[in-house]
């Protein structure tokens, strides 16, 4: 079997409640997904539907109790450093440099190798000379760069991403969206990302999971062309715009068009 063929992420029947009130709230229903090792999945679907609870189960931060997941062919019993997160907010330590916080879940390997490594990430993600300053010194979209950097400095297989460019500017998040597509590509790590952007899901995802409201099930999965997908002003771009659009406004008198732009 090659890479490319490998699930490395495996979810059967996977549900999930919550208790609120003293009553159960089931955010997860009948969850059924395979994820291909190298590939880059998008998971889109209303506010509240699930998609970070289903992240956060990937990762092994949020227990499952019926169901079976699984990361590199083993249960998921909780965090592993295979298995790297990027928060929407940064979640750097404010207290130390940029290359302490990147460097910050490296163990057992030497001072010399530990900064080689640091700088190595700083480096791929275009903060190389910025190690030495501290969070508040950063810019929105370079604080998300260092928090990529460090959720790759472990060098996991799977780096999973909940709405980190959320609260970017429009320019600083399509430029970010360029360059986590291109340190994907690079390093072949499995990514999985969250979205409320359709176009970002799009543009990054070589497949989208669309989700319902919840309880969150999956809809569809819709596999995007390789070339056409990265293609923001293409027909093809549109018409799978088109047809995630329809999926949140199925139920819904809300009117939308999609333009197409040639």
């Given amino acids: 079997m090659s890479n490319k063929d490998k699930n490395i992420i495996k979810i059967h029947n996977l549900n999930k ?30 506010s509240g539907c699930g998609k970070s609870t289903l992240l956060k189960i990937m990762c092994g931060l949020v227990d499952y ?23 929407q907010d940064h979640r750097l330590l404010p207290w130390l440099k940029i290359k302490d916080n990147v460097g910050f879940g490296l163990k057992n390997i030497s001072k010399e190798e530990k900064e080689k490594t ?15 300053s501290y969070p508040a010194q950063l810019s929105g979209g370079m604080s998300q760069r260092a928090a990529i950097a460090r959720g790759l400095a ?3 297989t799977i780096l999973l991403l909940d709405e980190p460019f959320g609260a970017l500017d429009a320019l600083t998040r399509i430029q970010m ?17 969250v979205t409320h952007d359709i176009d970002e899901a799009i543009y990054l995802g070589d497949r989208i999971v669309v989700m319902s409201a919840r309880p969150g099930e999956i809809k ?33 008198d809300v009117d939308y068009e999609i333009e197409y732009v040639i």
């Fill in 17 to 46: 409640e919550f208790v609120v009130n003293k009553n159960p709230l089931r955010v997860l229903s009948d969850i059924n997904l395979e994820i291909k090792e190298g590939e880059f999945v998008t998971i889109v679907g209303h």
């Fill in 65 to 87: 109790e019926d169901g079976t997941v699984e990361r590199n062919g083993h249960p998921v019993e909780g965090p592993g450093p295979n298995c790297g997160m990027v928060f």
């Fill in 118 to 132: 640091v700088l190595s990430h700083l480096k791929m993600v275009g903060l190389e000379g910025f190690e030495n």
């Fill in 154 to 156: 472990n060098n996991p």
């Fill in 177 to 193: 969206q360029k360059e986590i597509l291109e340190i994907q590509k690079k390093e072949k790590t499995t990514m999985v990302m």
């Fill in 220 to 252: 569809e999965i819709i596999e995007t062309d390789p070339v056409e997908s990265k293609k923001r002003g293409s027909v093809k771009f549109a018409e799978y715009k088109k047809k995630i659009y329809a999926y949140f406004f199925e139920d819904s």
